[in-house]
């Protein structure tokens, strides 16, 4: 269905991309809740309150540095939590491109691939 937004891309920039969030969240939201539901797995967020009532209101930079293969179902279970999960970004290894449908759909998210050597990454980043 993303293949289809292409013929979009040069008349209404805007659409595309809103169209895409929604196509995103379709398919991070079913993720989510295999990671809640099916895994029973529960993700906590240690903030101070005045910090988590910005979250969802504002743009942010969240840096979250995995150790495991399936640590950033968490971080996308912070942003179901604060509405923003269609529409977050991440900054990815080059490779993530290759994997069907997360790095396809990261693909017309417009996210940033990074192929870990500053020299050739500092235009992009």
Partial sequence: IQLCTLIIWPLN???Y?????????SLWSQLVMLLEWWSGTECTLFSKQEMVDHFG??????????????DFLCGWTMCERFGVLGSSKVLAKKE????????WTWYFLEIVFCKR???EDRKST
């Fill in 96 to 103: 993530l491109l290759k994997v069907p449908l997360i790095g």
């Fill in 117 to 119: 050597k500053w020299e």
């Fill in 13 to 15: 920039r805007r659409l």
């Fill in 57 to 70: 209101k504002e743009h942010a930079i969240i840096i979250l540095n995995h150790n495991f293969e399936i």
């Fill in 17 to 25: 991309r809103r169209l895409n969030c929604r196509l995103a969240y």
